[in-house]
């Protein structure tokens, strides 16, 4: 899932102070999930502004919405009808539905209300960790299922470096040798000899590199 | 067994079952203070319900400051369920806490748009 991780109060509060009318609109997916953006967070969000608010002597209109996915044009086209009720809109979606929410409705200014992070796990709750870069060029075959271009600090594709001490990378002793856990878990599988294959040069084109990406897929576009 | 009248109770089945968002709509109905009663830290019947409610007590305190509410208006309390005296000492504490703090800052708001 996309992690994405609250936004202090006072920064949305900075963004939105002059608006009157705002709609707190969360995300029913990836950011329920991670406890960043949804039903909930909207209710404890629009609690805080309107307190917030009332405390200025204001009595400023917040209303909760939380769609299913703020990704697709369906579930946007819920709120359609209501948009222009409001002079701010404060998306708790991750930064994909914050976007897609400024591209659909023009005339109303959107404010994130979460910082967008990575896509990750959750190992435990309240901790969420990285897993994959989207690099466009899946290499999970080969690496026991270990990802090395989103768990190796330098991205190696033959790893590991001269850094990894026990276990343990040399950018933050906290973390995890990728590396390490590749060999391990070859060595589990008995495919150490995919290990002593050379990786090629990857191709780099479907990362960030080639600037954004999209995947056109005519067999089910209508 | 007395305690001060100002305070109203709402029983829970464990303060587990306490959110913060019960907390901050409290204060957002205009309550001066809302304060949480638990059992002993490692006696929870549930075991870790208690330790959940004072984080979110807590994670009330965080957000009300942001607002500038005082933080303390919220608190956690804990006792056996035995303890009545202690229950009223902690009424009364949390009684003064608040009479010293004054009303909630968002009334004064609220009785003008009412």
Known sequence: MIVADRKPIE???GEINDKENILILGCNECVTVCEAGGKKEVGVLASALRMNFLKQGREVKIDEITLERQCDHEYLEEIRDVIDQYDAVVSLACGVGVQFMAEKYHTTPIYPGVNTCFMGVTEERGLWTERCQGCGQCILARTGGLC???RCAKRLFNGPCGGSTQGKCEVNKETNCVWQLIIEQLKALGRMDDYEEISPIKDWSTDRAGGPRKVVREDVQQ | ???PTSIKIIRVPCTGKVDLLHILRAFEKGADGVYVVGCL???CHFNNGNF???KRVEQAQKILNTIG???ERA???NLSSSEG???AEFAAEMDERIRKLGPNPIKPAKQKAA
């Open chain 2, 75 to 77: 608190q956690m309390y």
């Open chain 1, 148 to 150: 090395p271009v989103s």
């Open chain 2, 1 to 3: 067994m007395q305690y």
């Open chain 2, 85 to 87: 005296p202690r229950f």
């Open chain 1, 11 to 13: 920064e949305i509060i």
């Open chain 2, 52 to 54: 959940r409610a004072r």
């Open chain 2, 41 to 43: 830290e490692g006696d």
């Open chain 2, 69 to 71: 509410i005082e933080g």
